[in-house]
């Protein structure tokens, strides 16, 4: 079997660089070539309102997605369920939100729940919201972070989970790495049709999600398999995937994208990326939040949503 994952030297958030790599990444991974009377749902990592602009997904990123989105005759909706805060919150904190409304760009909240029971019996409430796309554009950013080692394409899927019941998930899965990684990868079982693209042009290195330092890597990447994606930054920033928790769940189900030997790279190469400097955490966290830090968020979000 082989996945198509495209890899992209960028170095900086250009508009024509990112519209160029957009087009080229649909080409290759076959993606429609029209989405008229199609709804194209955007799923940035929006993690946090109190996180700097390197957290989150960049703006021309998402700008350049939506425009291309809308060229093809899609609705475009953009949507996360923010650990803190609300999805338009963090949009506009980060200037994103004043980019895409005059595209015609929807905001939506991820407050619907929709129950499904995960292969480990955890019962887990995914945004309705999230799955009533068409077409559903994983926009990740490629970070280390403190618990799972470096967070892409499949960690940002824990965003489909509605608000609260995050930490009701992570509570659920006590400290353990694997548990957690597993519900990740259910996670992105249950989407529809989807595409996932990296952010990797500046990279949070060292620590992270959200306090981490700045790293410019000048990397996009872009699979139709969100697993195989995350392999390949793995490889290009020369990191020991076996200490990544999901990246072990991967080879543990015998996942496809989780060897490199099954990944058809057609654009460039990891080692085109080869000595980029990028730091991984040495100690991983354990899986579980703050309840006190859990209620504030909760509200966080009911004050954000009661005033718009």
Known sequence: ???????????????????????????????????HGST????????????PSLACTHRSVL???????TQKGAKVVIGDSPAFGSARAVLKKHGILDSIVPLGVEVVEFRTPRRFELSNGVV??????????DLFINCAKFKAH???????????????VVGMRKFSAHMKNGPSHTRFADLMLDLAALLPTSFSMVDGIEVM????????????????????????VDTAFLHALELDARRSPIWRAAVNRKMAG???????????????????GFVAPQELAPVVFNPLR??????KRAINWATG
């Not at 194209?40 to 996180?51: F, Q």
């Not at 403190?146 to 489909?160: E, S």
């Not at 859990?294 to 509200?299: G, I, N, Q, R, W």
Request: aromatic share 6%; proline share 5%.
């Open 40 to 51: 194209v749902l955007l799923k940035p990592n929006l993690v946090t309102h109190m996180a």
């Open 146 to 160: 403190g618990q799972m080692y470096v967070t892409g394409a499949v960690k940002n899927l824990f965003g489909i």
């Open 258 to 276: 989780s060897e490199v030997r099954n990944l058809l790279f057609v654009g460039a190469h990891p080692a085109d990326f080869h000595g980029s």
């Open 205 to 228: 290195h060292r620590t992270g999600p959200v306090d981490g330092e700045l790293l410019h890597l000048g990397c996009l990447g872009a699979s139709r398999d969100p697993v195989a």
């Open 1 to 35: 079997m082989s996945l198509p994952v495209f890899l992209s030297q960028c170095p900086r958030y250009q508009a024509d660089t990112l519209a160029q790599f957009i087009d080229n990444a649909a080409g290759h991974l076959s993606l429609p070539a029209h989405l």
């Open 124 to 133: 887990v409430g995914v945004a309705q919201e999230a799955l009533a796309c």
């Open 294 to 299: 859990a209620v504030s968020s909760s509200l």
């Open 63 to 69: 700008v350049a997605l939506a425009h291309w989105c």
